[in-house]
Nanobody, 116 residues
Framework: QVQLVESGGGLVQAGGSLRLSCAAS????????MNWHRQAPGKQRELVGS???????NYADSVKGRFTISRDNGKNIIHLQMNSLKPEDTAVYYC??????????WGQGTQVTVSS
């Protein structure tokens, strides 16, 4: 079955770093864009950034310069490197593929908590 699984979340102090990973199984998403979203308590889910099949990435203004999305050579895993973390980055982080053969796919999410 097709599945996206995030990992790497945890508790970190402000100014610290975390590296999230999203592993895809059951199919290949190598030909499509993949995305990272996040949702904080009481807030709407927002797009953090995306990466193309060719490895080009773009980012929301709120994380630009601090976060980096990358894709491995086989394009079955994507990463979100988060540096200079702030308390406002606290959220559940999700990886996502939109409209792959007519369907949207979401991971289960991984919690990132940034303390002061």
């Amino acid at each position: 079955q097709v599945q996206l699984v995030e990992s790497g979340g945890g508790l970190v102090q402000a100014g610290g770093s975390l590296r999230l990973s999203c592993a895809a199984s059951g199919t290949s998403f190598s030909i499509t864009n993949m995305n990272w979203h996040r949702q904080a308590p009481g807030k709407q889910r927002e797009l953090v950034g995306s990466i193309t099949s060719g490895g080009s990435a773009n980012y929301a203004d709120s994380v630009k310069g601090r976060f980096t999305i990358s894709r491995d050579n086989g394009k079955n895993i994507i990463h979100l490197q988060m540096n200079s973390l702030k308390p406002e980055d606290t959220a559940v982080y999700y990886c996502n593929v939109m409209r792959f053969m007519g369907k949207d796919y979401w991971g289960q999410g991984t919690q990132v908590t940034v303390s002061s």
